[in-house]
Protein backbone atom coordinates (compact mmCIF):
# COMPACT_ATOMS: atom_id res chain seq x y z
CA UNK A 1 0.00 0.00 0.00
CA UNK A 2 3.13 2.29 0.70
CA UNK A 3 3.64 2.61 -3.49
CA UNK A 4 0.15 4.07 -3.44
CA UNK A 5 1.26 8.12 -3.70
CA UNK A 6 -2.88 8.63 -3.38
CA UNK A 7 -4.48 8.93 0.53
CA UNK A 8 -6.70 5.71 0.18
CA UNK A 9 -10.50 5.67 1.55
CA UNK A 10 -13.53 4.50 1.91
CA UNK A 11 -16.86 6.86 1.39
CA UNK A 12 -20.67 5.85 2.60
CA UNK A 13 -23.20 7.36 0.19
CA UNK A 14 -27.15 6.75 -0.42
CA UNK A 15 -30.32 8.35 0.25
CA UNK A 16 -31.53 9.47 4.10
CA UNK A 17 -32.46 6.73 6.02
CA UNK A 18 -30.97 3.81 4.24
CA UNK A 19 -27.75 2.69 7.12
CA UNK A 20 -24.91 5.15 6.18
CA UNK A 21 -24.20 6.27 9.84
CA UNK A 22 -24.52 2.34 11.20
CA UNK A 23 -22.66 1.47 8.18
CA UNK A 24 -19.48 3.95 8.96
CA UNK A 25 -19.26 3.00 11.87
CA UNK A 26 -19.28 -0.75 11.98
CA UNK A 27 -16.65 -0.37 8.88
CA UNK A 28 -14.37 2.30 11.42
CA UNK A 29 -14.79 -0.61 13.77
CA UNK A 30 -13.28 -3.27 11.71
CA UNK A 31 -10.98 -1.22 9.68
CA UNK A 32 -9.49 0.74 12.28
CA UNK A 33 -10.73 3.98 10.43
CA UNK A 34 -11.98 7.10 11.67
CA UNK A 35 -15.38 9.15 10.46
CA UNK A 36 -15.30 12.20 8.13
CA UNK A 37 -19.03 13.59 7.95
CA UNK A 38 -20.20 14.96 4.77
CA UNK A 39 -24.00 15.87 5.23
CA UNK A 40 -23.97 19.82 5.34
CA UNK A 41 -27.10 18.97 7.45
CA UNK A 42 -24.83 17.69 10.28
CA UNK A 43 -22.53 20.64 10.59
CA UNK A 44 -24.04 22.92 12.64
CA UNK A 45 -24.09 22.51 16.80
CA UNK A 46 -27.15 22.27 18.74
CA UNK A 47 -29.23 20.85 16.02
CA UNK A 48 -29.36 17.10 16.69
CA UNK A 49 -33.18 15.49 16.55
CA UNK A 50 -34.45 17.17 13.29
CA UNK A 51 -30.46 16.22 11.50
CA UNK A 52 -31.19 12.18 12.57
CA UNK A 53 -27.40 13.43 14.23
CA UNK A 54 -25.90 10.38 15.41
CA UNK A 55 -25.57 10.37 19.53
CA UNK A 56 -22.74 9.11 21.59
CA UNK A 57 -23.40 6.25 21.96
CA UNK A 58 -24.58 5.39 17.84
CA UNK A 59 -21.08 6.86 17.41
CA UNK A 60 -19.63 3.97 19.77
CA UNK A 61 -16.32 5.55 20.83
CA UNK A 62 -15.33 5.93 16.89
CA UNK A 63 -13.69 9.55 16.28
CA UNK A 64 -16.26 11.69 14.15
CA UNK A 65 -14.85 14.39 12.41
CA UNK A 66 -16.60 17.79 10.83
CA UNK A 67 -19.89 17.72 12.87
CA UNK A 68 -20.65 20.28 15.69
CA UNK A 69 -18.58 22.61 13.74
CA UNK A 70 -20.76 25.74 13.22
CA UNK A 71 -23.19 27.59 15.00
CA UNK A 72 -26.42 28.17 13.16
CA UNK A 73 -25.83 31.42 12.58
CA UNK A 74 -22.47 31.05 10.68
CA UNK A 75 -22.11 31.17 6.70
CA UNK A 76 -19.82 28.21 4.92
CA UNK A 77 -18.90 27.85 1.76
CA UNK A 78 -18.44 24.58 -0.22
CA UNK A 79 -14.48 25.82 -0.62
CA UNK A 80 -14.36 26.29 3.29
CA UNK A 81 -15.72 22.25 3.29
CA UNK A 82 -13.11 21.50 1.39
CA UNK A 83 -10.58 22.76 2.77
CA UNK A 84 -11.08 21.19 6.29
CA UNK A 85 -11.93 18.20 4.39
CA UNK A 86 -8.83 17.71 2.97
CA UNK A 87 -6.87 18.09 5.77
CA UNK A 88 -8.77 16.15 7.64
CA UNK A 89 -7.93 13.67 5.64
CA UNK A 90 -4.57 14.00 5.69
CA UNK A 91 -4.42 14.02 8.93
CA UNK A 92 -6.10 10.55 9.60
CA UNK A 93 -3.77 8.83 7.27
CA UNK A 94 -0.72 10.36 8.84
CA UNK A 95 -1.32 8.17 12.10
CA UNK A 96 -2.14 5.31 10.60
CA UNK A 97 -6.20 5.17 10.21
CA UNK A 98 -8.37 5.23 7.35
CA UNK A 99 -10.69 7.65 6.61
CA UNK A 100 -14.57 6.92 5.90
CA UNK A 101 -16.51 9.49 5.03
CA UNK A 102 -19.85 9.16 5.32
CA UNK A 103 -22.95 11.36 4.10
CA UNK A 104 -26.11 12.16 1.58
CA UNK A 105 -25.09 15.32 0.35
CA UNK A 106 -23.80 14.78 -3.09
CA UNK A 107 -22.43 17.99 -4.08
CA UNK A 108 -19.94 17.60 -0.99
CA UNK A 109 -19.21 13.49 -1.85
CA UNK A 110 -17.87 14.36 -5.22
CA UNK A 111 -16.64 17.50 -4.80
CA UNK A 112 -14.07 16.37 -2.48
CA UNK A 113 -13.76 13.10 -4.59
CA UNK A 114 -13.23 14.52 -7.64
CA UNK A 115 -10.77 16.80 -6.86
CA UNK A 116 -13.00 20.15 -7.75
CA UNK A 117 -11.48 23.54 -7.87
CA UNK A 118 -14.10 25.76 -6.17
CA UNK A 119 -13.14 29.67 -6.16
CA UNK A 120 -13.93 31.56 -2.95
CA UNK A 121 -16.92 33.42 -3.42
CA UNK A 122 -18.45 34.92 -0.62
CA UNK A 123 -21.76 33.58 0.11
CA UNK A 124 -24.88 35.06 -0.38
CA UNK A 125 -27.38 33.70 2.46
CA UNK A 126 -30.29 35.60 1.42
CA UNK A 127 -30.16 34.18 -2.15
CA UNK A 128 -29.03 30.56 -0.69
CA UNK A 129 -32.27 30.88 1.60
CA UNK A 130 -34.21 32.09 -1.21
CA UNK A 131 -33.26 29.07 -3.35
CA UNK A 132 -33.06 26.46 -1.11
CA UNK A 133 -36.89 27.03 0.04
CA UNK A 134 -37.66 27.25 -4.31
CA UNK A 135 -36.16 23.51 -4.31
CA UNK A 136 -38.13 22.55 -1.04
CA UNK A 137 -41.36 24.02 -2.22
CA UNK A 138 -41.09 23.58 -6.35
CA UNK A 139 -38.90 21.46 -6.95
CA UNK A 140 -35.63 21.29 -9.20
CA UNK A 141 -37.69 22.14 -12.35
CA UNK A 142 -38.21 25.88 -10.75
CA UNK A 143 -34.25 26.20 -10.31
CA UNK A 144 -33.58 24.93 -13.93
CA UNK A 145 -35.89 27.56 -15.17
CA UNK A 146 -34.50 30.44 -13.49
CA UNK A 147 -31.06 29.01 -14.35
CA UNK A 148 -32.18 29.01 -17.64
CA UNK A 149 -33.43 32.65 -17.53
CA UNK A 150 -30.18 34.06 -16.39
CA UNK A 151 -27.74 32.18 -18.87
CA UNK A 152 -28.49 29.26 -21.13
CA UNK A 153 -25.36 28.70 -22.15
CA UNK A 154 -24.17 28.40 -18.18
CA UNK A 155 -27.50 25.70 -17.96
CA UNK A 156 -26.02 23.68 -20.91
CA UNK A 157 -22.64 23.57 -18.91
CA UNK A 158 -24.63 22.32 -15.36
CA UNK A 159 -25.98 19.55 -14.60
CA UNK A 160 -29.57 20.32 -14.51
CA UNK A 161 -30.65 16.98 -12.74
CA UNK A 162 -28.45 17.78 -9.87
CA UNK A 163 -30.28 20.82 -7.54
CA UNK A 164 -26.63 21.84 -5.80
CA UNK A 165 -24.52 22.17 -8.98
CA UNK A 166 -28.19 24.48 -10.33
CA UNK A 167 -28.21 26.19 -7.10
CA UNK A 168 -24.31 27.02 -7.36
CA UNK A 169 -24.90 28.37 -11.47
CA UNK A 170 -27.30 30.66 -10.03
CA UNK A 171 -25.69 32.19 -7.40
CA UNK A 172 -22.16 32.36 -9.77
CA UNK A 173 -24.58 34.68 -12.16
CA UNK A 174 -25.70 36.64 -9.41
CA UNK A 175 -22.43 36.87 -8.05
CA UNK A 176 -20.68 37.83 -11.34
CA UNK A 177 -18.47 34.96 -10.93
CA UNK A 178 -20.03 32.77 -13.90
CA UNK A 179 -16.39 33.20 -15.85
CA UNK A 180 -14.27 32.46 -12.95
CA UNK A 181 -14.37 28.72 -13.41
CA UNK A 182 -15.83 25.75 -15.51
CA UNK A 183 -19.42 24.29 -13.52
CA UNK A 184 -17.13 20.81 -14.24
CA UNK A 185 -13.55 22.21 -13.58
CA UNK A 186 -11.89 19.40 -11.84
CA UNK A 187 -8.75 17.10 -12.40
CA UNK A 188 -8.78 14.08 -14.78
CA UNK A 189 -8.56 11.36 -11.67
CA UNK A 190 -9.05 11.15 -8.72
CA UNK A 191 -6.57 12.86 -5.81
CA UNK A 192 -7.86 10.09 -3.90
CA UNK A 193 -7.73 5.90 -4.14
CA UNK A 194 -11.22 5.47 -3.33
CA UNK A 195 -13.96 2.51 -2.82
CA UNK A 196 -17.16 4.02 -2.78
CA UNK A 197 -19.97 2.40 -1.21
CA UNK A 198 -23.58 2.91 -1.78
CA UNK A 199 -26.80 1.85 0.14
CA UNK A 200 -29.78 1.13 -1.38
CA UNK A 201 -33.09 0.80 0.16
CA UNK A 202 -36.55 -0.66 -1.64
CA UNK A 203 -38.71 2.68 -1.93
CA UNK A 204 -41.42 1.10 -0.23
CA UNK A 205 -39.57 0.18 3.22
CA UNK A 206 -37.17 3.41 2.74
CA UNK A 207 -40.45 5.78 2.83
CA UNK A 208 -41.73 3.48 6.00
CA UNK A 209 -38.34 4.45 7.44
CA UNK A 210 -38.83 7.71 6.83
CA UNK A 211 -42.16 7.61 8.80
CA UNK A 212 -40.60 5.85 11.85
CA UNK A 213 -38.07 8.37 12.03
CA UNK A 214 -40.55 11.02 11.81
CA UNK A 215 -42.11 9.60 15.26
CA UNK A 216 -38.87 9.14 16.98
CA UNK A 217 -38.31 13.01 16.26
CA UNK A 218 -41.48 13.50 18.06
CA UNK A 219 -40.75 11.29 21.25
CA UNK A 220 -37.05 12.72 21.01
CA UNK A 221 -37.81 16.08 21.30
CA UNK A 222 -38.34 17.95 18.19
CA UNK A 223 -40.91 20.32 18.94
CA UNK A 224 -38.74 21.93 22.15
CA UNK A 225 -35.67 21.74 19.82
CA UNK A 226 -37.02 24.59 17.26
CA UNK A 227 -38.06 26.27 19.98
CA UNK A 228 -35.09 26.44 22.03
CA UNK A 229 -33.36 27.43 18.72
CA UNK A 230 -35.20 30.36 17.94
CA UNK A 231 -35.19 31.55 21.59
CA UNK A 232 -32.03 31.52 21.33
CA UNK A 233 -31.97 34.01 18.70
CA UNK A 234 -31.21 32.48 15.38
CA UNK A 235 -32.91 33.55 12.84
CA UNK A 236 -35.89 31.67 10.76
CA UNK A 237 -34.38 33.08 7.12
CA UNK A 238 -31.06 31.52 8.44
CA UNK A 239 -29.59 28.29 6.09
CA UNK A 240 -29.82 26.23 9.34
CA UNK A 241 -32.89 27.00 10.01
CA UNK A 242 -34.48 26.32 6.82
CA UNK A 243 -33.46 22.91 6.54
CA UNK A 244 -36.08 20.02 6.36
CA UNK A 245 -37.52 19.40 9.81
CA UNK A 246 -36.56 23.30 11.03
CA UNK A 247 -38.90 25.33 8.57
CA UNK A 248 -41.96 22.70 8.28
CA UNK A 249 -42.11 23.26 12.69
CA UNK A 250 -41.26 27.12 12.71
CA UNK A 251 -44.62 26.91 10.14
CA UNK A 252 -46.48 25.61 13.07
CA UNK A 253 -44.92 27.41 15.85
CA UNK A 254 -46.13 30.75 13.46
CA UNK A 255 -49.82 29.29 13.48
CA UNK A 256 -49.75 28.49 10.01
CA UNK A 257 -50.69 25.12 9.72
CA UNK A 258 -51.35 22.14 13.00
CA UNK A 259 -48.81 19.52 14.22
CA UNK A 260 -49.47 16.95 12.33
CA UNK A 261 -49.17 19.11 9.20
CA UNK A 262 -45.85 20.08 10.29
CA UNK A 263 -45.06 16.01 9.89
CA UNK A 264 -46.94 15.62 6.87
CA UNK A 265 -45.08 18.61 5.32
CA UNK A 266 -41.45 17.48 6.78
CA UNK A 267 -42.16 13.85 5.53
CA UNK A 268 -42.74 15.34 1.81
CA UNK A 269 -39.87 17.35 1.79
CA UNK A 270 -37.73 14.39 2.89
CA UNK A 271 -39.45 12.20 -0.09
CA UNK A 272 -38.14 15.14 -2.42
CA UNK A 273 -34.64 14.88 -0.86
CA UNK A 274 -34.88 11.18 -1.25
CA UNK A 275 -35.64 11.81 -4.96
CA UNK A 276 -32.68 14.39 -5.28
CA UNK A 277 -30.22 12.40 -3.65
CA UNK A 278 -31.04 9.92 -6.50
CA UNK A 279 -29.79 12.08 -8.82
CA UNK A 280 -26.13 12.46 -7.39
CA UNK A 281 -25.84 8.76 -6.51
CA UNK A 282 -27.07 6.91 -9.69
CA UNK A 283 -27.31 3.05 -9.65
CA UNK A 284 -25.44 2.96 -13.03
CA UNK A 285 -22.38 4.88 -11.70
CA UNK A 286 -19.37 2.11 -11.95
CA UNK A 287 -17.84 4.13 -9.38
CA UNK A 288 -20.39 2.98 -6.61
CA UNK A 289 -20.58 -0.69 -5.17
CA UNK A 290 -24.13 -0.82 -4.26
CA UNK A 291 -25.21 -2.96 -1.70
CA UNK A 292 -29.14 -3.56 -0.50
CA UNK A 293 -29.84 -3.06 3.06
CA UNK A 294 -33.75 -3.29 2.75
CA UNK A 295 -33.74 -7.12 4.49
CA UNK A 296 -30.85 -8.54 6.33
CA UNK A 297 -28.63 -5.53 7.55
CA UNK A 298 -26.92 -7.35 9.57
CA UNK A 299 -25.55 -9.43 6.52
CA UNK A 300 -25.48 -6.75 4.42
CA UNK A 301 -22.80 -5.34 6.48
CA UNK A 302 -20.90 -8.53 6.89
CA UNK A 303 -20.71 -8.16 2.87
CA UNK A 304 -19.58 -5.03 2.75
CA UNK A 305 -17.17 -4.88 5.44
CA UNK A 306 -15.89 -8.25 3.70
CA UNK A 307 -15.88 -6.42 0.40
CA UNK A 308 -13.84 -3.65 1.75
CA UNK A 309 -11.58 -5.67 3.75
CA UNK A 310 -10.80 -7.42 0.15
CA UNK A 311 -9.96 -4.06 -1.35
CA UNK A 312 -7.60 -2.82 1.20
CA UNK A 313 -5.52 -5.87 0.38
CA UNK A 314 -5.62 -5.51 -3.30
CA UNK A 315 -4.05 -1.91 -2.85
Sequence with gaps: MSSNPKHRLIAVVGSTATGKSRVAVELADSLDGEIINVDSRLFYRGMDVATAKPNSAERRGIT??????????????LSEFLDRARATITEIFSRG??????????????????????????????????LENTLADEGVSALVSILTQLSPELAEKT?????????????????????????????D????????????????????RVLDRLELMKSNGWFDEVVNLREA???????????????????HLDGKYDFDEAVRKTAVATNRLIRQQGNWFRRDD??????????????AIRSIIDSASRWLENL
Design 64 to 77: HHLIDIFDPDEPFS
Design 97 to 130: KLPILVGGSGQYVWALLEGWKVPEIEPDQELRTE
Design 159 to 187: DLENPRRVIRAIERIKSGASSAFDTRSKP
Design 189 to 208: ESPYDARVIGLSVERSVLHQ
Design 233 to 251: GYSDDGRALSGIGYRQMIG
Design 286 to 299: PRISWFDMTNDENE
